[in-house]
């Protein structure tokens, strides 16, 4: 849910608005294989 998503990003030291910000925008383009890099722990801004 999305508020595990929120938590998460805080845990990992993440500004929760620009990680799901960034995320959702990505989302429609990226590749099902490589989705795990937009987990909170792996993510990097665009």
Do not use: F
């Not at 595990?4 to 294989?33: C, E, F």
């Amino acid at each position: 849910n999305i508020m595990t998503l929120i938590q998460s990003a805080k845990l990992n030291g993440l500004d929760p608005y620009a990680y799901l910000s960034d995320v959702l925008k990505r989302l429609p383009t990226h590749k099902m294989k490589d989705i795990e890099a937009l987990l909170p722990h792996n993510w990097k801004p665009a």
